[in-house]
């Protein structure tokens, strides 16, 4: 596994997942404050639920307060450390007064995250961190539940060819490291393959409840006439906390992702295939989704 990038700094995630310079002077700027220890990410991290990421000699130090981090902080900070794959992980939490800083050292990043999600599961129940690609993740609450498998983009299966051309599609879009656009990416060829089974989701607010359906899909058996809606709008659900997540991951990475879903909800099943797609008019920042919903049965979930 490689090391971190040389030219990363570190950063700190706020409590709605933006990262922030980790420089004290910056961070005391925008609190308005410097606390009385004169240690500002401490505080951050401590009484307010941030979340720090950055390089240490050969590793990547990781610090949080599990009692106070916010889950999106911690949610940012799983993809940060996934994205730098390090050969080592450590693990810090600052110590209250008069108290050491408390370390563990781990070889292997994903132990090291599977203990973040471990941790953060004594005082807030599991935020389901360590499910990644090829795991499921499943959620649930009153009157709905839901199954989400994780699948590589390259597996994309033959039952999905259509999910597939359209990823080809957007990969021939791209210029170099730049994401493709709304432009670059032939809107006019996208839904005539698509045939109703697309949305458009802008995403140029930072917070995943305020992402907005331009283009709602009239085919699908869920709901219909949601065009200019969020997707905090949508009824509450597992399905909507699924979506914030998944939609939320897609936009800070810049990655598309694959997935099967199975939701219930009001004792209706949904069964489907989706992939997400970024968009970026800067080629860098997303600020849509092509969200591509295949409906099908879902044999690849039975045995789980």
Known sequence: MESPRPEFDGV???????????HPA??????????????????????LGFVYVGPIRDALLVKFEPSSVSHLAAFAAFYEIA????GRLVLGSPGSAGSPERYEIFNDFIKGLKRVEAALSVYQGSTGLA????????????GSSSKRLMRPLDSISSRDEWLGQLLCNWRNARCGSRLPSSETLDPLQLLNIARGRAH????????PTGYRFRVWG???????????????????SSMRDGAFEDHWEVVTTGVPTYQLIFHVEESTPYSYARLLLPLAADG????????????RPLPELEAL
């Not at 994205?83 to 390090?86: L, N, T």
């Not at 860098?284 to 409906?295: A, G, M, S, Y």
Request: glycine share 10%; with cysteine.
């Open 12 to 22: 700190i995630f706020d409590d709605a997942g933006e990262p922030l310079p980790a």
């Open 26 to 47: 910056f961070l005391a700027r925008r609190f308005g404050c410097l606390p009385s220890d004169g240690d500002v990410i401490a505080y951050a991290i401590q009484k």
């Open 83 to 86: 994205g730098h794959a390090p």
């Open 131 to 142: 499910a990644g690609p090829g795991e499921a993740a499943a959620k649930g609450q009153a």
């Open 200 to 207: 458009i989701v802008d995403t140029s607010v930072s917070n």
């Open 218 to 236: 009239t085919v699908n058996s869920y709901r219909a006439g949601d065009a200019n809606k969020s997707l905090g709008d949508m009824p509450a």
């Open 284 to 295: 860098r920042r997303v600020d849509q989704l092509v969200v591509l919903i295949n409906e």
